[in-house]
């Protein structure tokens, strides 16, 4: 993987803001969007020790990375 990207500029986190369903979206009990945002981290071929994640060194970087994304 390259070296991260700078990081972007993500909305406030309001913790315990209630998050309710509007049709086929989620919005905060407010009326304002709430967009999910994740990422998704796998299928792979079993490392050395047959668990299916990459190797150590790998899944280190990796999640180093993900964690600098934000």
């Known amino acids: 993987m390259s070296s991260a990207p700078p ?8 913790h315990g803001a209630r998050v309710v369903t509007a049709g086929k979206f989620l ?24 668990e ?5 060194a790998q899944l280190a970087t990796d999640l180093r990375h993900m964690a600098a994304l934000g």
């Open 52 to 56: 299916p994640f990459p190797e150590d």
């Open 7 to 14: 990081p972007s500029s993500l909305p406030p986190v309001i």
């Open 27 to 50: 919005q905060l009990a407010d009326g304002t969007p709430h967009f999910v945002r994740g990422v998704s981290y796998g299928p792979f071929k079993p490392n050395s020790r047959g």
